[in-house]
């Protein structure tokens, strides 16, 4: 269906089912519970209460019943489609959505946009397991974090007429154009898909597969190949597809610049790789992606563009206008009269000489060296700047934000402590670690392979009619028969095979440092770096690390912080995948502990030396680190503190999710 995969179509039908599950707790709360202000029932063009019936008269049943949700900032999305951008206060919203429903029935603004982002909330989901597979390579892992993208404490927004939903389906879109290829993406999703399918075991057998060695072999195999070609994998068209998601999100939210980076780390990546080969080429693919960044934050700049042309050009429509820039008042001014007063002391004067306030013509923004009107507004109407936020009174807004800042700070640490090299060269570069366990790997799996078994073997094996034990690809005793036909092994293909089998073990030895010690302790001191070569400790996630850092500390320093919930959750595919770590470690490492002592318990005492061996196996791999292949990060003695993290976040996520279904509709203060 519409190419879909199994797993990404029940994503896609479980996102529309969340959505609609919000759209009708919401509306009843709504209907049940009273305002906090029931102004949001008076449309702005309405002059008195005989055109306010009218009005409730001739709206379509759909319409009124979801009339509440025309708050907070929707109010200002559904006047700008219907009456454009006459209040300079309005250009603190982006002209994506309100352009899109801008034709259609000003009664119809809600339930519209309400359809649009139930779609983008489809289309996001998809896209971040697609991205999920093609980064970190780990199937379960992209799953559970789109179950938490599908779920997440902002989910009220993402449902809302914001445009969170849209932001964040245009993010996923643009890491996915440069990321995502049939070999990592679609394959992958497929193979867990067809797996599923085939398996019979529903649910069980989906989170089996997901699970099992095979598909992430798979996966981990595919993307091995995409990092082998990346120096030579430069694609134009991944670029301009990027480059027109990227122009898309610049449309929705400010933010959307910052996604303008990846497109100029996707040509810096492939430039670095190339310039030992060819040096020109080198310099025209990162030309490439400077042009594309530049071009993809075009929507902002023309947005700009468009409000001084309203505010500042002679004889523009907004000078003749004094409701246009009225002074703050009501439930969105952000310091009252004595702010105002004490802003307009501070502006006496603009670069002409003329004096006048932050309410006065001619606007002080329009005499600035680069005259920004977004931020003026922010500034101004919102009281947007650095530590502004940073009172006593806005504590409880602190407390409010405190799950995502605790989480957004313990997934970077995590992160760049298990790949500090690698982001101290920005991800431009292979890492060096998980070369040398894929070189270890080939090496490893062409001892296992090996035609030859050995001499010593060969003088052992009967002549024919007799079984014989030989090696497996996977490194275990079969037992096979040999007939009459097989004939005797020369002398010098014994002598060959057992100087490869040297070399190959020498090989082995020499990725690590420690040619003494042979195979085995190159297994054990290479066990980390394995584990960190998929999950959300994967190198490839480097990319999506530095936007996240910098949301983080725009969304402490300068943002109204209560709106940091929404506003990393909307632009961090990362920390989905964070989440979604955090809650397999801590479920699977208490069941890893138990199941040694279950099976000895069950199976019989003929069996307990096989159950003695795992608990060892166990015991082992969480003393020498643990990497598991959720990302590497061990299971240490604090799995209880871990168990309560995963079930935490999901508590955080239905707690906040409900809460929102309250609040949000009812006018009262939420993220």
């Not at 154009?177 to 085939?198: M, P």
């Not at 070569?533 to 500390?553: D, I, N, Q």
């Not at 099976?599 to 608990?615: F, K, L, M």
Request: charged residues 15%; hydrophobic residues 45%; neutral net charge.
């Amino acid at each position: 269906m519409l190419g879909l995969s199994q797993p990404e179509l029940r994503l896609a039908l479980l996102a529309i089912a969340v959505r609609l599950a919000l759209l009708l707790g919401a509306t009843g709360g709504d209907l049940l519970l009273p305002d906090y202000d029931t102004s949001k029932y008076l449309p702005p063009d309405l002059a008195d209460s005989a055109a306010a019936a009218a009005r409730t008269v001739t709206t379509p049943p759909p319409a009124w019943l979801l009339r509440g949700w025309l708050v907070w900032d929707a109010v200002f999305f559904a006047d700008i489609a219907s009456r454009g951008y006459v209040y300079e206060q309005y250009y603190a919203f982006f002209p994506v959505v309100p352009g899109l429903l801008s034709h259609a029935p000003a009664q119809l603004f809600a339930l519209l946009a309400m359809a649009l982002n139930a779609v983008a909330s489809m289309a996001g989901a998809v896209l971040l397991y697609r991205l999920g597979v093609a980064l970190t390579r780990d199937l379960q892992l992209s799953a559970t974090a789109c179950l938490f993208f599908i779920l997440n404490p902002a989910a009220i927004f993402h449902a809302a007429p914001y445009t969170e939903a849209a932001f964040a389906a245009a993010s996923f879109a643009s890491l996915c154009c440069l990321h995502c290829s049939s070999a990592s993406g679609s394959s992958g999703s497929n193979h867990y898909g067809s797996r599923a399918a085939g398996g019979g075991g529903g649910a069980g057998a989906e989170a089996e597969d997901a699970r099992g060695v095979d598909g992430n072999d798979q996966i981990e195999n595919s993307g091995r190949g995409e990092r082998g070609r990346a120096g030579s994998g430069f694609s134009l068209v991944r670029l301009l597809a990027a480059t027109a998601a990227v122009s898309v999100s610049c449309g929705l939210r400010s933010n959307g610049v910052v996604n303008a980076g990846y497109l100029g780390h996707y040509s810096l990546r492939h430039a670095v790789a190339v310039w030992p080969h060819s040096k020109a080429r080198a310099v025209r693919v990162a030309l490439l992606g400077v042009a594309a960044a530049a071009v993809s934050v075009a929507p902002l700049v023309l947005f700009q563009l468009a409000a001084h042309d309203a505010f500042c050009r002679g004889g523009a429509p907004g000078a003749t206008r004094g409701a246009t820039v009225a002074p703050r008042t009501g439930a969105y001014g952000a310091t009252g009269d004595e702010g105002v007063a004490a802003s307009s002391s501070s502006s006496s004067a603009g670069s002409d000489g003329s004096s006048g306030g932050p309410y006065d013509w001619p606007r002080p923004w329009c005499s600035s060296r680069i005259p920004y009107a977004y931020g003026f507004v922010q500034s101004l109407y919102w009281n947007v700047g650095l530590l502004r936020y940073w009172t006593l009174q806005q504590a409880p807004n602190f407390l409010l934000a405190m799950p995502v800042l605790l989480l957004s700070v313990a997934g970077l640490f995590e992160f760049s402590r298990a790949n500090a090299g690698h982001m101290a060269r920005l991800g431009l570069t292979a890492p060096q670690d998980v070369e040398d366990v894929e070189q270890l790997e080939d090496v490893q799996g062409a001892q296992l392979r090996r035609p030859a078994l050995g001499a010593a073997e060969r003088v052992a094996r009967p002549a024919s009619g007799s079984e014989t034990t030989g090696l497996k690809g996977s490194g275990e005793l079969v037992r096979r028969r040999r007939g009459p036909a097989d004939a005797w092994t020369p002398c010098e293909d014994n002598e060959a095979s057992e100087s490869a089998e040297r070399s190959a073990r020498q090989a082995a030895a020499t990725l690590t440092g420690n040619s003494r010690r042979g195979r085995s302790s190159v297994d054990s001191n290479n066990s980390g770096r394995v584990g960190r070569s998929r999950g959300f400790l994967s190198p490839e996630l480097t990319v999506t690390m530095f936007p996240w850092a910098f949301g983080l500390l725009v969304a402490v320093t300068s943002m109204h912080v209560q709106v940091a919930t929404r506003f990393l959750l909307s632009s961090c595919p990362p920390l989905y995948w964070y989440m979604a770590h955090l809650w397999r470690r801590g479920v699977e490492a208490p069941a890893a502990r138990r199941a040694p002592e279950l099976r000895a318990r069950e199976e019989p005492a003929a069996a307990w030396g096989e159950a003695a061996a795992a608990a060892a196996k166990v015991e082992i791999a969480s003393g020498a680190g643990g990497a598991s292949a959720s990302g590497g990060a061990g299971t240490t003695a604090g799995g209880g503190w871990g168990a309560w993290v995963a079930v935490a976040l999901w508590r955080w996520c239905f707690v906040y999710m409900a809460l929102g279904c309250v609040l949000f509709v009812n006018f009262l203060p939420w993220t």
